[in-house]
């Protein structure tokens, strides 16, 4: 059945408290629920109360104390007949974690209890009205066996703790605060926890707690502090504090996504807690950051205001993404170093376009606030998370900063403990900015990403430099076509480099005098045409700048004047951009040639380019890392007419060889002067050095002869005190001895398997690296995979590993995973059906993976429609089959 935003009603029964009893057995856990019912004013009156459940054996039903014969427990939940106006409910009934592989509800991971609530879990917990728009203040008593799980765990502050007969104890947990059952957790177990007293702004102390099984106690430190320095940073940039006495975060090994925020007691996958040097990278420890700073935000941006209903999913997950993003840009260079700062937009853009960008072409295109869907859990996308972030940023590109303050201020002022939607938001912020912003509605109803070209002229003898902006949306899939209405409110920064690379001061017609060197101009129309006046020269435009809106700017560069802004462009981004429209342009190019079995060949002036960024060292290393790393395979192919894996393939190792050779003492230059001696810090600045030196290591693997590579990565492999410089070191080692003798390589996989045999997170490492590695005719990757599909350490049910072997292969590794054989379709056939059994929502990100296939070659595209077919057939979830059927529709 398909839920469409349009048939929302507001719930006929509120649920002002709840209580709740759990005796924890991981076969049977009996829960008792009571909760103060009342029926809604604003509701129709409703003769019955119909609570959802799912998976749970009903036992008692008891109405005001008194047994309450007139209810029938059904497929979707329990139905209550004759009930009164108000009265207290009380619930009895068992569920079974031990047996609950699909990670939604309560379920068992290495011995202890968690759950997972969002979207829809609760229901798998006890019958209950699940839906975010009915509120309630929770206490929770947890029984059980005290040796077993001597940590018991719920939202809130612990109220009591006590022994029990029979080895037992008891924990009583209270959370003052309102909130949908989404948000509620549970975790009892055998863990410890790493703790810090910390005073937020009003005075007030607080407790913090990670808590990990006690072998991981020493990953904790890096989790803590970016606790900490999240908290901070919400009191300073939006004048936020902590609600709670205590906030706890907890790791899990088993969870199918990054990490969740119930109130009180953050639940993370361990890939989002567990760092140190040894075991996690430059990108973990940041991710670590960002995800601890999301689930954090989303206290006041999610808890406090939380969604009236689920299509509103992007009002918390834009918003707390947009904040997290500035949290990790202001923690990486303060909030006035443009160039550190545009690193982080640089990373967030190319996630962006790379996979949002392709989402909003295929069939699962929907609009940051969806029409309708069949899973929920399909609606946790690229597109509400990452594009809804972006329509967030806008509010604060028209705005800015101190006007953005102003509506969220008033949006917190108007709707604190509210359940509401994303027009609440917008209102919030057009009222406190007084502006009518109707228009920018459109950004949460329609689908598809726009096309902005770009005109322009110059006008010597008026000195008039005259930019038209026209948009429309490109030829989208039939599921974006059908959401666009009109023109949307684009904000479109801009500036005019002269000849001598400085920027212009910037007048446009009708204004008294020049301000600034970049505008934010107001695109509203189809079509729009901006003049500026005194324009000493012909300029040269660096358009959208720090990509000030989620839109493809069409304007015809010549390589040269790519090179130019490449050079010289103020806007940080905008000189990133500048190289990867130059590399993408080349690249496709090649890719068309390589297609036809056509010589392949590079333009000198291109590697020079690359070369100017590669030995500017007034440029940070960070940032050259960015610059010199080409677009991605999959982004490339998605630019083709018609999508050919193996021609992308070609082109890029093409160019990676070309630029690894021209290049090469730049790059052993490169290398020796970007190592990182000493002690490990975790900070951008050193991140920068070792990333820009693998990157170098990275380059140098290509060469024909790749004896510099190999005796550096063995050196490297063997001294290194991080994560980040061993890895590195094993792929570049993977990748010189791709096309030679792979005895070398082997040795370090074995060697690297061996030393890290008790981190599963190294493991996991283990295992992407080489599901991603390059193959050859000989050597088809696809027969690793099989292969350690059987390795002991291997198993189905851990989404992290399944992830790191099976997604890192069909996502990961394009040219090998779309082989003419059509082997990877069948394999990942294979796979989406074996996970569906397990776990529908980590089998229905997978089943993703094939979505887009009707842009592929003709001879692809048969072979994957038969996959999806087969995967049609015998899919059970109505996660995989909602997937599925719209790709084949
Ligand atoms: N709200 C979580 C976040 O921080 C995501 C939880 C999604 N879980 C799910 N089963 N869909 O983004
Ligand atoms: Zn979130």
């Not at 695109?523 to 300029?539: H, I, N, R, S």
């Not at 390059?774 to 198993?795: C, K, N, W, Y």
Request: net charge negative.
């Amino acid at each position: 059945t398909v839920i469409r935003r349009a048939d929302y009603t507001p719930p006929a029964f509120l649920i002002d408290s709840v209580a709740l009893e759990f005796d924890l057995v991981p076969e049977r856990t009996f829960v008792k629920s009571t909760m103060r019912v009342r029926r809604n004013p604003d509701a129709a009156p409703a003769a019955r109360l119909d609570l959802m459940g799912e998976a749970l054996e009903l036992v008692s039903v008891a109405i005001d104390g008194a047994p309450h014969p007139a209810h029938r427990a059904h497929e979707h939940g329990l139905t209550v007949d004759n009930v009164p106006d108000a009265f207290e409910l009380s619930i009895e009934s068992v569920c079974k974690p031990a047996e609950n592989t699909t990670l939604s509800g309560l379920y068992v991971s290495s011995g202890n209890f968690f759950t997972q609530c969002e979207a829809e879990g609760f229901r798998r917990i006890t019958y209950f009205l699940d839906r975010p728009d009915v509120m309630s203040t929770y206490t929770v008593t947890i029984r059980a066996d005290k040796a077993a799980y001597p940590v018991l765990l719920s939202n809130g502050n612990l109220v009591e703790a006590s022994d029990l007969p029979d080895g037992r104890h008891a924990a009583k947990w209270d959370d003052p605060f309102k909130k949908p059952s989404y948000l509620f957790a549970l975790v009892a177990g055998k863990l410890v926890a790493l703790e810090e007293r910390i005073r937020t702004s009003s005075g007030k102390e607080k407790l913090l707690q990670v808590w990990v099984e006690p072998h991981d106690l020493d990953k904790t430190r890096h989790a803590m502090d970016s606790l900490i320095d999240a908290i901070h940073w919400d009191e300073e940039r939006f004048g936020l504090e902590l609600d709670l006495d205590r906030f706890m975060i907890v790791a899990v090994s088993d969870f199918n996504m990054g990490a969740m925020e119930n109130k009180g007691l953050n639940i993370f996958n361990t890939k989002y807690v567990l760092a140190n040097p040894e075991t996690a990278t430059d990108t973990d420890f940041a991710n670590i950051e960002a995800v601890v700073g999301h689930e954090y935000f989303h206290n006041w941006t999610g808890n406090r205001v939380t969604c009236r209903d689920w299509f509103q999913l992007s009002l918390k997950e834009g918003l707390t993404v947009f904040r997290d993003q500035e949290f990790s840009a202001d923690m990486q260079g303060g909030a006035t170093d443009g160039a550190a700062r545009a690193v982080k937009r640089i990373e967030d853009v190319r996630v962006l376009r790379q996979m949002q960008f392709a989402e909003d072409a295929g069939p699962m295109a929907h609009p940051v606030r969806p029409e309708s869907y069949v899973e929920i859990n399909n609606f946790y996308t690229m597109t509400v998370y990452e594009k809804g972030a972006e329509v967030v940023r806008m509010y604060q590109t028209l705005f800015g900063r101190e006007g953005f303050r102003r509506g969220m201020d008033l949006y917190f002022k108007r709707h604190d403990g509210q359940a509401v939607t994303c027009d609440d938001f917008r209102h919030a912020l057009a009222d406190a900015n007084g502006r009518d912003l109707t228009q920018f509605e459109r950004w949460y109803s329609q689908a598809g990403t726009p096309r902005i070209a770009v005109r322009t002229a110059y006008d010597s003898a008026a000195r008039r430099y005259a930019v038209t902006l026209s948009q429309r949306y490109g030829d989208a899939a039939p599921a974006a076509r059908e959401t666009q209405k009109g023109p949307l409110l684009i904000p479109f920064a801009i500036g005019l480099i002269g000849r001598d690379g400085a920027d212009l001061p910037l007048r446009l017609e009708g204004e008294p005098a020049a301000g600034g060197t970049t505008r934010v101009l107001e695109l509203t129309e189809a079509e729009q045409t901006f003049t500026f006046v005194d324009v000493e020269q012909p300029p040269l435009p660096s358009l959208l700048r720090n990509f000030s809106a989620p839109v493809i700017v069409e304007y015809d560069y010549t390589n040269d004047e790519l090179a130019f802004l490449l050079a010289n462009d103020s806007d940080a981004f905008n000189r990133w951009e500048a190289g990867q429209r130059l590399a993408t342009r080349e690249l496709l190019a090649l890719a068309e040639r390589a297609a036809a079995n056509e010589p392949l060949s590079l333009d000198d002036s291109v590697v020079a380019a690359f070369a100017r960024v590669l030995t500017d060292e007034s440029l940070s290393p960070a940032f050259r890392e960015l610059a010199l790393v080409l677009p991605s395979e999959p982004y490339l192919a998605e630019q083709m007419a018609e999508a050919d894996p193996a021609a992308v393939h070609m082109a890029r190792q093409f160019v990676r060889q070309r630029l690894a050779t021209a290049l090469r003492e730049e790059w052993l230059a490169v290398y020796a002067r970007h190592e990182t001696p000493g002690p490990f810090e975790p900070t951008p600045q050193a991140a920068g050095h070792r990333g820009l030196k693998n990157l170098a290591l990275a380059y140098l693997a290509e060469l024909d002869d790749p004896s510099d590579a190999i005796r550096l990565a063995v050196a490297q492999y063997d001294s290194a005190n991080n994560m980040t410089d061993r890895a590195a070191a094993l792929s570049a080692l993977l990748a010189a001895s791709a096309t030679r003798s792979a005895a070398q390589a082997d040795g370090a996989l074995d060697d690297f398997y061996r030393r890290f045999e008790r981190e599963p997170l190294v493991i996991d490492k283990w295992f992407a690296m080489q599901a991603t590695q390059r193959g050859s005719q000989e050597r088809p990757i696809i027969d690793t995979v099989r292969r350690l599909m059987g390795h002991p350490a291997f198993t189905l049910r851990n989404p992290n590993r399944a992830r790191s072997l099976i997604f890192s292969f069909c996502s990961g590794n394009p040219a090998q995973f779309h082989a003419a054989d059509g082997s990877g379709y069948a394999f990942w056939a294979d796979q989406v059906i074996a996970l569906d059994a397990l776990n529908p929502q980590v089998a229905a990100r997978l089943a993703r993976a094939l979505e887009l296939w009707r842009r592929y070659t003709p001879a692809l595209r048969e072979r994957m429609r038969a996959a999806l077919e087969r995967v049609a057939a015998q899919a059970s979830s109505r996660d995989v089959r909602e997937i599925v059927e719209k790709a084949l529709a």
